[in-house]
């Protein structure tokens, strides 16, 4: 054969241009004349790496390597090629093996970090990104990706600021334009966001991502028949998009189109979103086609604390239907559910389950009830509080001869849209100086501040510290005139039990809460006091108090 280092060249020229046939046919040579050549070895890796022959990519990187252990480039398309195979803690070991023997290596600090992240080590990836940035500070891509790390951390200005030097450099930057737009709704900026996914629209029309993002930025809007457009051209280009189909069943939940949007709303279960809930049970789901005569159906949580309350109504319907009815609640509210008309057998998250025909998710059984706006169950209260808790804090509360109004303002952190939804303490305080009103709060997780901020209101009397359960909210609430709350799980739960409550509820407000509407068919007690612009709470607030004062 002619002299390996001219057929090598040659071979790379092949590789180079494309016709890889030719190149293979040269490696193999190659090999054959020298087995233990670390070059052939690692280009026909990294040939077999682009026909996507993973397997044998992986075995001859693995032989340049053991020939060859600081062979830079086998290291990192090996890295690379772990890393599309889902095997991030190999990936992340190889690249620090590269850069150990070459540390100038933007590009490889770059994967580094998005190893990382998929590792969830989103501090480390940041100071990965940095890495790159400092070896080369006009690399687009790893400004966009210590976007996303700054996404991850919950720094969303810091990540606006990457994202926006990105563009920068390079105002054509597709991921950066979606990445933007992202950080934006985040932020609450919604017409910026909608721009940037615009722009990266009209860059990459088939970007399937920004269209379901830019529909859930026009709801934002409460412009619904645009979003509505927008999911479904993303449906166009690719019909099995769940996020998507999803997204355009809470909307038209939202619209009270209840017909289509509880069947759109089983996608959820194929959307990430709800990996942290997705059952695999080898028993079927039951969606109100079989009968149930005889046969012990689980009912089962989903989502928060307010969603299990709020769907909770439709467990005394199977005492009728099914055999025994089985609710995996989560244990905050086991107590509380327990005592559901009907007689259900409860069973606390994580507890192992006894043995059932046929299961559903709480918020499945609307799609199996064929529920319609009309026929939501809505016979109130299906909760009730323990005579025993209602004694104990009788004691605890006597009688003051002020009306009791209950507050609270924060739900979950941890929900994607808690920016937009929790008021705060703070901007609650307008309300907080109607006179003539003993205020409660039963807000038990306070966040930063919050404390400092009770002890500037004493007329204020906070509860959460002493509240153990939910069965001593329910008791409390029991004894209130009012509950007054942003969308948190108290405002369910006052519902569920039959109380006035004042829900106030951001611009673009959940799909329960319908639109144009100041009462919900869910809870009849309740009244919706909704914002009349983005983040004006103090629209809201007013009109609360001004309430209170005619009452």
Same mark, same amino acid.
């Given at each position: ?51 996507? !022959? ?5 075995? #001859? ?65 940041? #100071? ?42 390079? #105002? ?12 934006? !709704? ?79 709303? *089983? ?22 086609? %079989? ?80 529920? !319609? ?13 323990? &005579? ?31 920016? %937009? ?30 404390? &400092? ?14 509240? &153990? ?73 007013? &009109?609360?108090?001004? *309430?209170?004062?005619?009452?």
């Amino acid at each position: 054969m002619p002299d390996p280092a001219q057929a090598l060249s040659q071979a790379l020229e092949f590789h180079r241009s494309g016709r890889l046939t030719a190149a293979e046919a040269i490696y193999l040579q190659i090999l054959r004349a020298q087995p233990d050549n670390p070059h052939g070895l690692h280009y026909l890796g990294l040939l077999r790496y682009q026909q996507r !022959r993973f397997g044998e990519a992986l075995a #001859a990187f693995a032989r340049a390597l053991a020939i060859k252990p600081d062979y830079l480039e086998a290291l990192g398309n090996r890295a690379r090629l772990l890393r599309e195979l889902g095997r991030p803690a190999e990936a992340l070991a190889d690249f620090d093996r590269a850069l150990a023997i070459k540390p100038d290596q933007a590009q490889l600090f770059n994967l580094r970090g998005l190893a990382l992240i998929e590792l969830g080590r989103h501090e480390e990836a940041l #100071a990965s990104f940095e890495q790159a940035l400092a070896i080369r500070p006009d690399y687009v891509v790893a400004l966009n990706n210590r976007g996303n790390a700054l996404q991850d951390l919950r720094r969303p200005l810091e990540a606006l600021a990457s994202y926006q030097a990105a563009l920068a450099l390079q #105002a054509d930057h597709v991921g950066a334009l979606y990445n933007r737009g992202t950080v934006l !709704r985040d932020l609450q900026r919604p017409l910026e966001a909608l721009a940037s996914y615009d722009k990266a629209l009209t860059l990459k029309p088939d970007h399937v991502d920004a269209l379901n993002n830019r529909g859930l930025v026009l709801t934002d809007l409460r412009r619904p028949q645009e979003a509505i457009a927008s999911y479904e051209a993303a449906l166009a280009i690719r019909p099995d998009l769940a996020e998507a189909q999803a997204n355009r069943g809470c909307l038209r939940l939202l619209l009270g189109d209840f017909e289509r949007g509880w069947s759109d709303h *089983e996608s959820r279960w194929r959307t990430p979103d709800f990996a942290p809930w997705r059952r695999d049970f080898a028993q079927p789901l039951w969606l109100g086609e %079989a009968p149930l005569a005889g046969k012990t159906i689980l009912l089962h949580a989903e989502q928060g604390l307010g969603d299990a309350i709020q769907f909770a109504r439709y467990v005394p319907r199977f005492a009728a239907l099914a055999g025994k009815v089985i609710l995996e609640a989560p244990a905050a509210l086991a107590g509380m559910f327990s005592r559901l008309p009907g007689g259900v057998a409860i069973v606390p998250r994580g507890a192992e389950l006894p043995a059932f025909d046929c299961h559903c998710p709480l918020l499945s059984l609307p799609l199996a009830f064929k529920t !319609r706006l009309d026929t939501i169950p809505a016979t109130m209260p299906y909760l009730s509080a323990t &005579e025993e808790r209602i004694i104990k804090w009788r004691e605890r509360l006597p009688p003051s001869g002020a009306r009791r109004v209950g507050i609270a303002w924060a739900g979950n952190p941890n929900f994607k849209n808690d920016r %937009a939804r929790s008021i705060g303490l703070m901007r609650l305080s307008p309300l907080l100086a109607a006179p003539g009103i003993e205020f409660l709060s039963l807000q038990k997780d306070l966040r930063p501040g919050d404390r &400092e901020a009770l002890h500037g209101h004493p007329q204020v009397r906070h509860l959460g510290d002493a509240i &153990e359960d939910f069965d001593d909210t329910a008791a409390i609430i029991s004894l209130l005139d009012l509950v007054v709350s942003s969308d948190t799980s108290v405002v369910h739960l006052a519902g569920a039990l039959g109380k006035p409550v004042f829900i106030l509820l951001h611009y673009a407000a959940d799909w329960r809460w319908l639109t144009d509407r100041s009462d919900s068919p869910w809870y009849p007690t309740a009244r919706l006091f909704r914002q009349p612009r983005p983040d004006d709470w103090e629209d809201v607030v007013g &009109e609360v108090k001004a *309430e209170l004062m005619r009452a």
